[in-house]
């Protein structure tokens, strides 16, 4: 998996793993990290997620990274919004009010551009990594964020051999050993979501989770 893959998703429309309506989960626990007005929230591997709307619309500071420059403009578009436009060394960033989406690669991130990030929202990245990328976007994302620094994970479980991802199953046991120190998850809430799956039923998963995690950075 490289940039080109997920160009082409797309290019092709190929992206089932946007959703139409805002995360329940996010949700359900956001409010679990208590984050005051006007704290600045990372979004990576944004695509053209509604959530962040529902994160600005709570107050917070948004900053979404995405790769590609179609799901950039979809957002914008698809919301209404004129972004004000520049570029820095990171890519270009497309500012409206309270959210700011940078067209580039979160793996450039570094800690002076998110040395004042207060929270992570990952529900789409570390899932759509493949395991010889999480330990390397642990390391440099998540490396980059300042101490005190909160979050929310939201990951997927189900046999790995029964489908092949992204998205990808990242078990309990993965979190534990790649969020350790100076970071610490916590297991919010786990659920049983095979139900409401057809697409994973159609090739043949037979079990299937979503696990939400507070994360914590010391």
């Avoid at 979160?106 to 529900?123: P, Q, S, T, V, W």
């Avoid at 990245?125 to 998540?142: E, K, S």
């Avoid at 610490?184 to 057809?198: M, N, T, V």
Wanted: net charge negative; charged share 20%; aromatic share 10%.
């Amino acid at each position: 998996m490289d940039a080109e893959f997920w160009m082409q998703r797309w290019q092709e429309g190929q992206i089932g793993f946007h959703r139409t309506e805002v995360m329940p989960l996010l949700e359900t626990h956001w409010a679990a990290l208590q984050l005051p007005p006007g704290s600045r929230v990372l979004v990576p591997l944004a695509g053209k997620s509604l959530d962040m709307h529902w994160l600005a619309a709570r107050g917070h500071r948004v900053l979404g990274v995405e790769l590609s420059p179609l799901a950039v403009q979809q957002f914008f578009a698809e919301s209404g919004l004129q972004p004000v436009r520049h570029r820095s060394r990171y890519g270009e960033h497309f500012v409206a009010g309270p959210v700011e989406v940078i067209l580039g690669d979160a793996f450039g991130l570094d800690a002076e551009l998110l040395g004042d990030i207060a929270a992570i929202y990952d529900r789409a990245a570390l899932i759509a990594l493949p395991p010889a990328l999480r330990r390397r976007y642990l390391d440099t994302v998540y490396a980059a964020l300042p101490g005190g620094c909160e979050g929310l994970l939201i990951t997927l479980e189900y046999p790995q051999r029964e489908k092949a991802g992204p998205p990808f199953s990242v078990d309990a046991e993965e979190v534990a050993r790649l969020f350790d120190l100076p970071w610490h998850a916590a297991l919010l809430e786990q659920r049983d979501i095979l139900g409401q799956e057809p697409r994973f039923q159609a090739e043949g998963v037979t079990a299937l989770a979503t696990a939400v995690y507070r994360l914590q950075n010391s």
